[in-house]
């Protein structure tokens, strides 16, 4: 880890940071709400963006990609042109973050250490959605970017989506012990609602959590 000290300083001071539990990639987000993914093995930038407001290269590149489709140009703005705002929070999500989420999970709840083996075992087959793909996840108060760093990739996920209500953090679910079931994500809100979207149809479910006021 001491090969982070080759890590290209940012412009402005970095607020977010992540690091992957397998792969050398460290994402950090800085106060101007650019987003950077850093290979600190090979000592380079993987992707960057600027995720609060309108990266002209990810809107050029949703664009190529309609027309490779066959899609005619689209009413209205897209998801792609909408400003992000100011960058919350930055998650990696993929099979393996999966696993070291379910086996802290699991060794959190069990009465015993050898208990928490079991999860390799319980582990599930990955689910479609995230199969063989590495998502870089951005919440900004007005959208949410899942971007594949295997295709490069990306799905622009706005908060009209989720009752039009500003993001302000996320977390990832497991629906059971075994990790099986549709990746799903918790975006908590501005009205204090904890809202969960379905990375399989990229809609909002119809789980919704309301923020306790008392003790």
Not at 149 to 164: A, C, F, H, I, S
Request: with cysteine.
């Amino acid at each position: 880890m001491l090969r982070l000290r080759a890590f290209r300083p940012s412009n402005d001071k970095i607020v977010k940071i992540q690091l992957h539990p397998t792969h050398p990639w460290l994402v950090t987000a800085d106060a101007s709400d650019r987003v950077s993914v850093w290979n600190w093995e090979h000592r380079q930038v993987i992707y960057e963006l600027k995720a609060g407001g309108v990266d002209e290269r990810r809107l050029v590149g949703a664009k190529l990609e309609k027309l490779a489709e066959g899609e005619s140009e689209t009413k209205g703005k897209s998801t792609e042109a909408m400003r992000g705002g100011s960058v919350q929070q930055v998650n990696f999500y993929d099979d393996d973050v999966r696993f070291w989420q379910l086996w802290r999970n699991r060794s959190a709840a069990a009465e015993a250490p050898s208990a928490a083996s079991t999860v390799t075992s319980a582990f599930s087959s990955p689910a479609p959605s995230t199969k063989g793909r590495h998502f870089l996840v951005i919440c900004c108060v007005n959208k949410a970017i899942f971007l594949d760093l295997v295709t490069m990739r990306g799905r622009d996920v706005p908060k009209q989506e989720l009752d039009n209500k500003s993001l302000i953090c996320m977390e990832f679910l497991c629906r059971s012990t075994t990790g099986d079931g549709p990746p799903l994500v918790a975006f908590g809100g501005s009205d204090g609602v904890i809202r969960v979207l379905s990375m399989i149809s990229w809609k909002s479910c119809l789980m919704t959590f309301m923020a306790s006021s008392g003790e």
